[in-house]
């Protein structure tokens, strides 16, 4: 099968498509660089150097001597999108030759992923919205005209469905008024522009499903923790990319980060806002099953994309726990909350659907916390304090 993954130089584009290459998937990527070169203007340096996606392509072809072939380009350009699918010329680095083919699934990571950077300025608000929106309508006209047997795996957010009142469904809500019954999407009610980008994705491929029968899962994926996968153990170049600040970095990894340079944990507020989380090994387990198990023709499949749920004071207090048995200073300061948000709130969602297709979960527990310390600890001397906190405000 031939998979295409937009983003493939990502946090999680990487991985995935290692770990589709691993399994005798034909893989294709395309990226161009917005996270690595977004970390080079906002000055926000990354925990270790990451080779080129051409680079790391290359270094996995000589381990494995499977091939990954790699397209640097901007997907927002429409032509661009479309000669993925339509049979032009591609150049393949690693066979020196030429190579077409239409994707059985496309899986779309390629949006700037930061609530943080949406809101800096209407500047980042812009290429945000932009960018976003952009690789989504080109992707879904591309499959539209082009590809309508290909099926397309949204990396979606559960930041889309806020933080409700009410019980959170698998992207769809039955409801009963005034006598007469229909089933909606869940309504959402998100909390920064990002996720305002990803709610407009969903909609823009509700439309498409509606009016054109394409295939479609939608995985509302809670923050991600975690670096090595099974393929990059045995060779640290082959290791996601890895950021730490407020803007680029996730949760459990910002506060591992922390301890171990003696960096109070940041916590915003009295840190009861709960999120649904999950190992990084899991989104290529998610993705992979949602693969085997497609969406049908004229279907919106939506999975929420966690495993568990935590506070932030929780996190932050595992994270104390486990930095003082390895022997750091970790301490926790709660600092004023700058984000409009709720602090404490009622969080209960529904996330069934791919443990039924087949997803077995990894859990956070204080042995995974502790080999994420270790890995941090090797690169104690790159992190720079002064990147963690900006205090981006909205």
């Keep these: 099968m031939h998979i295409l993954i937009l983003g493939g130089d990502g946090y999680l584009g990487w991985p995935t498509a290692m770990y589709f290459s691993n399994r005798g998937y034909d893989v294709t990527v395309v990226d161009n660089y917005f996270r690595r070169n977004s970390c080079t203007e906002l000055d926000v340096g990354m925990l270790y150097p990451v080779p080129t996606l051409i680079e790391r392509a290359k270094l996995w072809h000589a381990k494995t001597g499977y091939e990954i072939k790699v397209i640097i380009g901007d997907l927002t350009d429409p032509e661009l999108m479309r000669s993925l699918f339509d049979g032009r010329i591609t150049y393949n680095w690693a066979l020196d ?190 993705v992979h099953r949602s693969t085997e198990n497609p969406a049908k023709s004229g279907e919106l499949r939506i999975f929420n994309q966690i495993m568990e749920t935590f506070s932030v004071m929780q996190l932050a207090e595992m994270t104390q726990r486990v930095g003082s048995k390895l022997g750091f200073d970790v301490q926790i300061k709660r600092i004023e909350n700058p984000r409009k948000e709720a602090e404490k709130h009622y969080y209960n969602p529904t996330y069934q659907g791919l443990r039924d297709i087949g997803v077995e979960p990894h859990y956070l527990t204080e042995e995974v916390m502790e080999g994420l310390f270790r890995v941090v600890d090797l690169y104690e001397d790159n992190i720079r304090k002064d990147i963690i906190f900006r205090g981006i405000k909205w």
């Design 97 to 286: 030759e030429t190579f077409t083919g239409i994707p059985e699934t496309v899986i779309h990571y390629a949006e700037q992923p930061s609530a943080p950077y949406s809101l800096m300025s209407y500047k980042y608000a812009n290429i945000t919205l932009s960018n976003n929106l952009l690789v989504t309508n080109n992707l879904m006209f591309a499959i539209r005209d082009i590809a309508p047997d290909t099926h397309i795996i949204k990396l979606g957010t559960m930041g889309e469905y806020g933080t409700p009142n009410i019980d959170i469904e698998e992207g769809w809500l039955d409801i009963e008024h005034k006598g007469r019954k229909d089933r909606f999407l869940f309504p959402r009610q998100a909390s920064s522009l990002y996720h305002t980008t990803k709610i407009m994705d969903t909609d823009l491929l509700w439309f498409g499903v509606r009016m054109w029968n394409l295939k479609v899962t939608d995985l509302m994926q809670g923050p991600v923790y975690g670096i090595d996968t099974d393929e990059s153990t045995d060779d640290q170049r082959l290791r996601t990319i890895f950021n730490y600040d407020e803007i680029f970095g996730t949760v459990v990894n910002r506060f591992i980060t922390q301890a171990v340079i003696g960096y109070p944990l940041t916590v915003y507020g009295e840190g009861g806002q709960t999120r649904g989380y999950l190992n990084i090994k899991d989104t290529l387990q998610c």
